[in-house]
């Protein structure tokens, strides 16, 4: 079994910090890329940023020069770095994850999306 679950959400006053982890686990081969959506009420999830095994990155243009995305292959782990929040950037926060595994009995490999049970940032003015 493979399991995604976020943690470091919370309530944080607007030009504050807030960093959000993400760790798989479970019958992992390998991760390919592994990224941060959040969807605020009433609103589509969007991609906030992403980020591949080799460490090339990709922002959305409203939280660029303020989030940071990093992961650490060796822990199976992707962090968001969140600073100078806005009221805006309320959401709850997903990660995604792209997995490989290897499929019994046949010895296959395959990749799936995985994504965790998110995690509430709440951003007060």
């Known amino acids: 079994q493979v399991q995604v679950a976020e943690s470091g959400g919370g309530l944080v006053q607007a030009g504050g910090s807030l960093r959000l982890s993400c760790a798989a686990s479970?019958?992992?081969?390998?991760?390919?890329?592994m990224g941060w959506y959040r969807q605020a009420p009433g609103k589509q999830r969007e991609l906030v940023a992403d980020?591949?095994?080799?460490?090339?990155?990709n922002y959305a243009d409203s939280v660029k020069g303020r989030f940071t995305i990093s992961r650490d292959n060796a822990k199976n782990t992707v962090y968001l770095q969140m600073n100078n929040l806005k009221p805006e950037d309320t959401a709850v926060y997903y990660c995604?994850?792209?997995?490989?595994?290897?499929?019994?009995?046949?010895?296959?490999?395959?990749?799936?999306?995985?994504w965790g049970q998110g995690t509430q940032v709440t951003v007060s003015s």
């Open positions: 980020i591949s095994r080799a460490g090339s990155t």
């Open positions: 479970g019958r992992i081969l390998s991760i390919n890329d």
């Open positions: 995604k994850a792209e997995i490989n595994i290897i499929v019994v009995p046949t010895s296959k490999i395959h990749e799936s999306d995985y």
